[in-house]
């Protein structure tokens, strides 16, 4: 599986972005999970939002009610609305995919470490 980001750029202060991120194959019915995961500069690469096949979503606590993680199964893409922006949102955004048998508990979402496909990324910048 390849995963290709694309979306992001520039916003203001409350504006809203939309990422997208495409895969080469279908990952949802082959027992994937896909997520959202980001880095600002000097800082670890945290968990933003993911997404499994059955629909269950989860959200780091910084974005819950901003940020939206959907998934076009036809188009093997995965989504992500932000809405009200901040400057601290800033970052490079990475898709990432894990099988979910790689998965013990719903915290293993937001573990970088176990995720093994990832896309290059793209830049979000707020200010």
């Known amino acids: 599986v390849q995963l290709v980001e694309s979306g992001g750029g520039s916003a203001q202060d409350g504006g809203s972005l939309s990422l997208s991120c495409a895969a080469s194959e279908s990952t949802y019915d082959r027992g994937y999970c896909m997520a959202w995961f980001r880095q600002a500069s000097g800082k670890e690469r945290e968990g933003v939002a993911a997404i499994c096949g059955s629909g269950y979503t989860d959200y780091a606590g910084s974005v819950a009610g901003r940020f939206t993680v959907s998934k076009d199964n036809a188009k093997n893409a995965l989504l992500l609305q932000m809405d009200n922006l901040r400057p601290e949102d800033s970052a490079t955004y990475y898709c990432?995919?894990?099988?979910?048998?790689?998965?013990?508990?719903?915290?293993?979402?937001?573990?970088?470490?176990?995720?093994?496909?990832w896309g290059q990324g793209t830049q979000v910048t707020v200010s």
């Open positions: 990432a995919a894990v099988e979910r048998r790689r998965l013990t508990n719903k915290q293993d979402l937001g573990r970088a470490e176990l995720y093994t496909v």
